[in-house]
């Protein structure tokens, strides 16, 4: 928490619902037991498999974070090698070339840097990037499943968003969260192309918003973030495609209608709000059954919420997610 009596909990001090009940789940997979520690578990190019966590540098968020605790997510897969995660990239303000985000983004300014959080909140604020560091930061091992059928195993470092939400008091109206990335098209090239509507635009219902697992995260192996992955700050929505969990975030708004998404409006065939992993819906260009894990060979099967489901398919009792891809 910000402002008043600051508590900081160790992370050490506390175990998360989804933590507790990753372990639960791993508990009973038993074996690989060893590896379980503070793990839960998280799109990339071939043949980038795990290496050792780079060493502690001025980019450090928190002393406390200085790499993993863990090799594996909760499931036993191995992390992606930072390498990987930081150059294969997605980040269509910059280019739509993967390979080329990094370079692309190097010089980007991340400092000072602003997010206003408001629309329907009792105390909308703005928070500058100082203030979003003074939430507790902890460690979140997620799986990243790009709806391209390409994901990772990425070490995030950040707070769950709830927090953030629950310092502005969102008012009874609110019932989703709109969240825009930065326009600046000097800085990010991509913004140039006129055959999308910028700013990128995502958006989550208030309930999903609130969930413990959908964190706003501020690094990757316990360094700040580097511009390609959406420094200073982004979301991770880690059962739901990749493209919901948007980057470099300078406004976020509590509203009362479901906020129409970048990719909604770009591609409204392809693309819908929910947009949770279904390996049974397919996208009409290609099958949602399989991904290939960057730095592996082969590919293995999808899980449904992308292996979350014990965690978030209560949710969405009662919908039938087969109409959103
Ligand atoms: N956010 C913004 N602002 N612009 C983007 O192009 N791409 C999305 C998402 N967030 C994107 C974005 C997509 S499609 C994916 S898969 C992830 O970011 C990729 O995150 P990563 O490059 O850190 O792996």
């Known amino acids: 928490m910000i402002g008043g009596n600051v508590v900081k909990i160790h992370p050490s001090e506390i175990t998360p619902e989804h933590i507790y009940l990753s372990r639960r789940r791993f508990l009973k997979g038993a074996a690989a037991l060893a590896a379980a520690t503070l793990a839960v578990a998280a799109c990339g190019p071939e043949g980038s498999g795990p290496t050792a966590a780079p060493t502690a540098g001025p980019g450090l968020v928190s002393p406390s974070l200085p790499a993993p605790s863990a090799e594996t997510d909760e499931l036993g897969a191995a992390l992606t090698s930072y390498e990987a995660i930081t150059n294969y990239n997605n980040f269509y303000e910059f280019t739509t070339s993967k390979e080329r985000v990094a370079d692309l983004a190097k010089d980007f300014r991340t400092s000072p840097w602003e997010v206003q959080v408001g ?44 927090r953030l939400l629950e310092e502005v008091e969102p008012l009874s109206g ?74 470099s975030i300078v406004k976020i708004d509590l509203v009362e209608e479901m906020p129409v998404s970048f990719w909604m ?25 399989t991904e290939r894990r960057i730095g592996e060979s082969g590919r293995m099967e999808t899980l449904p919420f992308n292996g979350y489901a014990e965690e978030v398919a209560h949710l969405y009792e009662g919908m039938d997610l087969s109409q959103w891809y």
């Open 119 to 162: 629309g329907l909140a009792g105390k909308p604020r703005v928070f500058g990037l100082e203030d979003l560091l003074e939430f507790e930061q902890e460690e979140r091992i997620y799986r990243l499943r790009c709806v391209e059928a390409w994901s990772m195993v990425i070490p995030w470092v950040g707070f769950p968003l709830r």
């Open 174 to 247: 609110a019932q989703y969260v709109r969240f825009e990335t930065l326009v600046d098209p000097e800085q990010m090239p991509g913004q140039e192309r006129a055959s999308f509507s910028w700013p990128y635009v995502e958006g989550l219902r208030l309930d999903e918003a609130m969930h413990d697992l959908t964190l706003l995260a501020t690094g990757i192996y316990g360094k700040s973030l580097l511009p390609q992955n959406g420094a200073p700050v982004r979301l991770v929505v880690p059962w739901k495609y990749g493209f919901k969990s948007i980057k």
């Open 265 to 289: 409006a770009s591609a409204p065939h392809e693309y819908g709000f929910y947009a949770t992993v279904n390996p049974e819906v397919n996208h009409p260009r290609w099958s949602q059954a």
